[in-house]
């Protein structure tokens, strides 16, 4: 697997709406949510522990 493989949740802040549908299904906890300087929080993807399954990106309601 490489990093081309990582899905991408968001290009920008505001295509994402931090709801952590993709955080609570992913099956392997690679997604954490991580506040940014004002505090919101957004999924990061430990790209270690991800396995390219895409959950993440089937259950994110802004994709």
């Excluded at 993807?45 to 802004?62: A, F, N, Q, W």
């Amino acid at each position: 697997m490489n990093r081309m493989d990582i899905p991408v949740l968001f290009e920008h802040k505001e295509d994402c709406c931090g709801c952590t549908a993709c955080f609570c299904a992913c099956p392997r906890q690679a997604i954490s949510m991580k506040a940014d300087d004002e505090g919101f929080l957004y999924p990061h993807i430990d790209e270690g522990l991800c396995i390219c399954c895409r959950l993440c990106i089937s259950v994110c309601p802004l994709k």
